[in-house]
Each structure stands twice: as structure tokens, then as C-alpha cells.
């Protein structure tokens, strides 16, 4: 008897513990589009203009980043990434990077690290060996 009660207890806290993580969840999906339609304005606009503002692409940059949890947010993410390559190359790979050590999993700094990067372009630019 004491053993089924206990087990009905673990079943009751997990299901309390499922339907808090849902609703966590819930959430966080409900920021996430608050700020796709925040970060979307930003991004079209920049794109638009053709901006060449690297301390606003940025900023934009770093906080979408906190959401690329979500496809839309992240397909955002590529697009500015892609945009800003072709003014700050260098950087953009540092944002790369930053996006793969957050929410790739696996360990790709080891393969090349922004680091490793800007070595091997630094060495290729004074026609030193690789």
C-alpha cells in the first residue's frame, strides 16, 4: 500500500513538473515571436538602406542571437550575418562562431575557432605557409 502511494506521488510531481516545463515553453515561444516582430522591422530596414552601421547591425546581431532557438528568429540571423559579411567579414565570422558555441552542439571550436580563422587569413595575406 505505502509503495503504491509512493508511486502515485513521483506520477502526480511529474506530471506537475511536465506542465510546468510546458508552460516554460509556451512562453518562451510567445517572446520569441514578440521579438521575430521586433527584430524583423530592424533587419528589413537595415537591409533596405543598405546600412553600413557596424555598432547597429551589432546590436542586432547579439540579441537575436538569444533566440535562434527559434527557426524564424535564427533564419533572421543568417540573413543579417550574410548581409554584414560584405562589410565586416572578420566579425561576421565571430558571430559564426558565436551562434555554433551557443546552439550547435558538439565541439566545432577545436575544427576553427575565430581565432584559428584570422590566423590562417593573416597568414595567407603575408604569403606565409598555412
Same mark, same amino acid.
Given at each position: 500500500?505505502?509503495?503504491?502511494?509512493?508511486?502515485?506521488?513521483?506520477?502526480?510531481?511529474?506530471?506537475?513538473?511536465?506542465?510546468?516545463?510546458?508552460?516554460?515553453?509556451?512562453?518562451?515561444?510567445?517572446?520569441?515571436?514578440?521579438?521575430?516582430?521586433?527584430?524583423?522591422?530592424?533587419?528589413?530596414?537595415?537591409?533596405?538602406?543598405? /546600412?553600413?552601421?557596424?555598432?547597429?547591425?551589432?546590436?542586432?546581431?547579439?540579441?537575436?542571437?538569444?533566440?535562434?532557438?527559434?527557426?524564424?528568429?535564427?533564419?533572421?540571423?543568417?540573413?543579417?550575418?550574410?548581409?554584414?559579411?560584405?562589410?565586416?567579414?572578420?566579425?561576421?565570422? /565571430?558571430?559564426?562562431?558565436?551562434?555554433?558555441?551557443?546552439?550547435?552542439?558538439?565541439?566545432?571550436?577545436?575544427?576553427? /575557432?575565430?581565432?584559428?580563422?584570422?590566423?590562417?587569413?593573416?597568414?595567407?595575406?603575408?604569403?606565409?605557409?598555412?
Amino acid at each position: 500500500m505505502a509503495k503504491a502511494k509512493a508511486k502515485t506521488r513521483r506520477k502526480n510531481q511529474l506530471n506537475s513538473l511536465v506542465r510546468s516545463i510546458g508552460a516554460i515553453i509556451a512562453g518562451r515561444d510567445e517572446l520569441a515571436r514578440q521579438a521575430e516582430r521586433q527584430y524583423a522591422i530592424e533587419v528589413e530596414n537595415i537591409l533596405l538602406t543598405q /546600412s553600413r552601421d557596424a555598432c547597429r547591425i551589432q546590436r542586432l546581431l547579439d540579441g537575436i542571437l538569444d533566440f535562434c532557438f527559434d527557426p524564424n528568429l535564427f533564419g533572421l540571423y543568417k540573413k543579417l550575418c550574410r548581409y554584414y559579411y560584405g562589410i565586416d567579414p572578420v566579425a561576421t565570422a /565571430s558571430y559564426v562562431y558565436a551562434y555554433r558555441d551557443m546552439w550547435e552542439d558538439g565541439d566545432l571550436r577545436t575544427a576553427a /575557432s575565430p581565432s584559428a580563422v584570422v590566423t590562417r587569413a593573416g597568414r595567407q595575406r603575408k604569403g606565409l605557409k598555412k
